[in-house]
């Protein structure tokens, strides 16, 4: 093992230390016993069996390999076989693929994996906050370019989110020694408030898309609380038109293709008492389609992203406040929940896991609710005001004491 020394180019102190490779590890710090502390603590580590030398991987290939163990196979390669379990489910792992490819990838390139710090990743998300990006997508038989929004803050806390489990990974295999994660702050969670149509405007746009293909999704989002997944799941043998139920069994998700899957968890796999027009529009469409076969799906027309697209479409062309495909859902709770409807009712019927799940998202339904009831109660204890004689004009001063 070498001596320190100091640099005369910076002033920096340098220890080179034997770890048993070719060329020793040089030892950085600003004083001697700065670089003699820390060459102590790597010989302790090497003479424990502890040490373990850091990754030359980059960033990349570290979570390609992460994702590769975590999902069962190689995404990256097409004639990888998929397995019939793995630890993450296929649209997981569709989602964290994406978000290699598109967002860390193209950023980070060949930076290696122990050179990303707390710094690194705060330049990153800033970067992400505040561009804009270009993302080529297939439109026919052509590669087009868009132009993509920066993301939202939400976005890239689960950016952040992802990269901090991929990285304590990296930790307790001694790919590198601390997570850089864990010094990153970030905005909380900015919840997303619905945009909750009222009566008459609902009314107004399923009367713009009665008898056609549109009408469907728009009843079974608003009549019956479904989510999009569960409509573009739904198959007519889901569909007891005697029983006047309806049960969701299958949900369909978007990220690099689509895919159909069980719901994302128990609760949200139920059978619920479908409203009569419900029924009523489902039967109508069943028989002008010539009732089709029990297995197909009762939307054909469109996939996840497209019919989301549709929809903003119908809200332009005929002038209707903008809002979510799923805001119709919360349409459907917002009218349970101002029905008196018990929430545990309503939360089974949503899907939900728990009630507070249902408080958590319609609180502000609930405040409104608290207002309207504390007036009510206003009306019924508040006397009636007695009748008052104006006051005059000497009154007036003596009460100000105008001179």
């Not at 930790?171 to 009222?198: C, F, M, Q």
């Not at 079974?220 to 049960?247: C, M, Q, V, Y």
């Not at 896991?353 to 207002?371: A, F, G, I």
């Amino acid at each position: 093992m070498g001596k320190p020394y100091q640099r005369n180019s910076d002033g920096r102190w340098v220890y080179p230390v034997d770890i048993g490779t070719k060329r020793p590890k040089l030892i950085y710090g600003w004083s001697e016993k700065e670089v003699i502390e820390k060459a102590g603590e790597i010989l302790f580590a090497i003479q424990t069996g502890q040490y373990t030398p850091l990754s030359k991987d980059t960033l990349i290939a570290f979570l390609k390999e992460y994702h590769r163990i975590r999902s069962g196979y190689d995404m990256w390669d097409p004639k990888a076989k998929k397995p019939d379990k793995a630890k993450w489910e296929r649209t997981t792992a569709e989602l964290f693929k994406m978000y290699i490819d598109v967002h860390f990838e193209p950023y980070f390139k060949d930076m290696r994996l122990k050179d990303i710090k707390t710094m690194t990743l705060d330049n990153f998300y800033n970067y992400k906050l505040s561009h804009e990006r270009e993302h080529k997508v297939k439109h026919g038989n052509k590669i087009i370019t868009k132009k993509m929004p920066k993301l939202s803050n939400n976005t890239v806390i689960k950016l952040n989110k992802f990269l901090k489990a991929a990285l304590h990974y990296a930790v307790i295999n001694g790919k590198i020694r601390s997570n850089p994660t864990d010094g990153v702050e970030l905005s909380p969670i900015v919840k997303y408030k619905p945009v909750v149509y009222n009566k008459d405007q609902f009314l107004k746009l399923l009367d713009y898309v009665y008898g056609k293909d549109e009408e469907i999704p728009i009843i079974l989002g608003a009549g019956s609380g479904l989510r999009r997944g569960e409509i573009l799941g739904l198959r007519w043998e889901n569909i007891d038109f005697k029983g006047k139920t309806i049960t969701i069994e299958t949900t369909m998700v978007n990220f690099t293709s689509n895919i159909e899957k069980d719901p994302k968890n128990e609760t949200s796999k139920r059978t619920i008492s479908a409203p009569d027009y419900v029924i009523e529009t489902l039967l109508r469409h069943y028989d002008a389609n010539g009732k089709p076969d029990a297995k197909s799906n009762i939307v054909t027309r469109w996939k996840p992203k497209s019919l989301s697209e549709r929809f903003n479409f119908l809200l332009d062309k005929h002038d209707l406040p903008h809002c979510r495909l799923h805001d119709l859902r919360h349409y459907n709770a917002v009218v349970m929940l101002r029905g008196n409807i018990p929430d545990k009712v309503a939360a089974e019927r949503l899907g939900h896991s728990n009630v507070s799940t249902l408080r958590d998202v319609y609180q502000h339904v609930l405040k409104d609710m608290d207002e309207e009831a504390a007036q009510k109660i206003n009306n019924s204890i508040k006397p009636k005001a007695k009748e008052e004689k104006p006051i005059t004009k000497e009154e007036r001063k003596k009460m100000f004491k105008v001179m």
